[in-house]
């Protein structure tokens, strides 16, 4: 009898072959069902519940990908694929996630067939090649120096993007402020100088567009009443400075013989805290914002002489200030100079629903830009804001690289044409893979008409012949249980997105196939498996 050799430590879970290859394609496609249901304008939403209890509604593919805490090490790619679909275009999360699966669906029988995996990858690769060229050609370009054209686009792309979500009633109010707050930034389109902020109350249609840096209005001591709340062009002083009395205390150890000495050193605070107090009052800023706490006598110190004041800004607001304003954030009020000051057109604190609001415009530095969501639940509000994130990536997006196709399932159809056509022009293995992809992206118009509960087999048929007619931007037509030229019907897109959904699909794709053997240590500290001989090959 040949000894055994042991190669792994014991309790190591290993399967390998084509059986794990499926297994892994199964485990994906369990995936793909949770997120395939909130496709499309008529997709449902998602209630998801955290192990702290708290609750999210949403239909962003990214956002519950990201919930769904995915243990499975071939599925978590597909959380990976929605999460750089995210971070890189914003939309169309879905849509990657639900083609990665179909690709995997639709390969699994050759899988089975015995087809080495290498091939099928080959061939996957192969067709997202060809499908990506023939989207770059056939996208369409409006005039970029035409203003208005450039606006509509942009327009119609983010009212695209939104058109899925649950602020769709109110899309065409979003897309223009959208458009609006993207136009209003630099050429860099920096994201993070659009800042969100949310207050509670009131409707959705309250949510205001500042053309500048707002956020909620901090903790105020008593005095705070008596500092006027308006200025033009005030200069702004950014501190991260603690201007309290006790702020000196409590960096050092004192030791006291007597109340003479104690009294000197309540003096001496008293002296800093003028000193610094005095050097920002004879700087001539009129506006004092730090990160750290500014207490009652700093406060009053600075309402006696015409100056506002606001402590523990967060650091996130203090920075985008920074940016929008000029100057820099300061540790010490040694030297004040105008350089170091920032400025601003107009400053105002403003009621805003059940908050008060501080609100800079007309920021000489940056383009910056705020909006304020207004709306009842906190849900809500918070799958408002990451529709509006989609939407504005998207124009971002178009507004960088403004060829644009027909969304509604029209740009897969005739993708899967063009596909299947090039795939009778092929001998041999490539010819089946190809085709088999130009199936898979059927499941787009598919799914859209199954969440809207149309009848997917007809109305796929009829896309089938009208893009065999040359209709090249046929699409399913959400409003009408029918076909419609989504070109026509502005139902745009950025190519970008479909580009780059294709691409992480199909990578997805082929990695998965390319793994075939999934070796799983034990956790440290845990004995051996409780059944099984060492290294036993156990499928998960
Ligand atoms: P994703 O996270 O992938 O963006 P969505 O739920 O936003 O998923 O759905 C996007 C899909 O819905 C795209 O295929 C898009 O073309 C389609 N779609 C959006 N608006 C419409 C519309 N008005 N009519 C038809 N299809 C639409
Ligand atoms: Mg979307």
Not at 188 to 208: F, Q, R, S, Y
Not at 308 to 334: H, N, Q, W, Y
Not at 349 to 362: L, W
Not at 432 to 454: H, K, T
Request: aromatic share 4%; hydrophobic share 40%.
């Amino acid at each position: 009898m040949q000894p055994q050799i042991i190669l792994l430590k014991e309790g190591t879970e290993a399967s390998q072959g084509r059986s794990q290859i499926i297994s892994n394609i199964n485990a994906c496609q369990a995936i793909v069902d949770c997120v395939r249901t909130t496709l499309g304008p008529r997709g449902m939403d998602k209630l998801m519940v955290e192990a702290q209890g708290k609750a999210t509604i949403s239909n962003d593919g990214a956002t519950i990908m990201k919930l769904l805490d995915v243990v499975h090490p071939a599925a978590k790619t597909l959380v990976d694929i929605a999460k750089s679909q995210d971070a890189e275009v914003g939309d169309g999360t879905t849509s990657v996630v639900i083609l990665a699966g179909e690709f995997l669906k639709q390969m699994k029988p050759f899988v089975e067939e015995g087809v080495h995996s290498q091939i099928i990858i080959r061939g996957v690769r192969k067709a997202t090649q060809l499908a990506v060229q023939f989207i770059n050609e056939i996208a369409v370009k409006p005039k970029k120096d035409d203003e208005v054209e450039l606006r509509q686009l942009l327009e119609k792309c983010a009212a695209t993007a939104m058109g899925s979500k649950l602020i769709n009633q109110q899309k065409d109010f979003f897309s223009r402020m959208v458009v609006d707050a993207v136009m209003m930034l630099d050429e860099l389109l920096p994201l993070n100088m659009i800042g969100i902020k949310k207050v509670p109350g009131g409707a959705l249609e309250d949510t205001l567009l500042v053309a500048g840096v707002a956020f909620k209005k901090t903790f105020s001591y008593a005095g705070f009443e008596m500092q006027p709340k308006q200025y033009t062009s005030p200069k702004i002083a950014l501190l991260n400075i603690e201007l309290e009395l006790k702020a000196e205390r409590d960096n050092a150890e004192i030791r006291l013989e007597n109340v003479e000495e104690y009294q000197k050193v309540v003096d001496a605070e008293w002296t800093i805290l003028y000193d610094k107090l005095e050097k920002l009052h004879l700087s001539g800023a009129k506006v004092v914002l730090s990160k750290l706490p500014i207490g009652d006598v700093a406060t009053q110190y600075f309402a006696d002489r015409d100056m506002f004041c606001a402590g523990r800004v967060p650091e996130e607001d203090l920075k985008r200030t920074m940016k929008a304003c000029g100057g820099s954030i300061l540790t010490t009020v040694a030297d004040l100079g105008d350089s170091v000051l920032g400025t601003c057109e107009h400053f105002e604190e403003k009621q805003i629903g059940g908050d008060r609001f501080n609100i800079f415009t007309g920021c000489p530095q940056a383009k910056t830009c705020t909006i304020i969501i207004r709306g009842g639940a906190e849900q809500f509000m918070e799958e408002t804001e990451r529709s509006l994130h989609d939407a504005i990536m998207i124009v971002r997006r178009a507004k960088k690289n403004d060829a644009v196709v027909a969304g509604g399932g029209a740009i897969e159809m005739e993708l899967s044409k063009h596909l299947r056509d090039i795939s009778r022009t092929i001998a041999g293995k490539e010819q089946m893979l190809i085709s088999a992809i130009a199936r898979a992206l059927e499941v787009i118009p598919r799914q859209l008409c199954d969440n809207a509960g149309f009848d997917s087999t007809n109305i796929l048929n009829k896309l089938r012949q009208k893009h065999a007619q040359g209709n090249r931007w046929m699409g399913v037509d959400i409003l009408n249980e029918d076909v419609a030229d989504n070109m026509e019907k502005c139902v745009w897109e950025p190519s970008l997105v479909k580009i780059n959904a294709l691409s992480a699909a199909s990578e997805a794709t082929c990695l998965i196939l390319s793994v075939d053997e999934t070796i799983k240590n034990p956790k440290s500290g845990e004995g051996p498996a409780p059944q099984g001989r060492p290294g036993a090959r156990r499928p998960f």
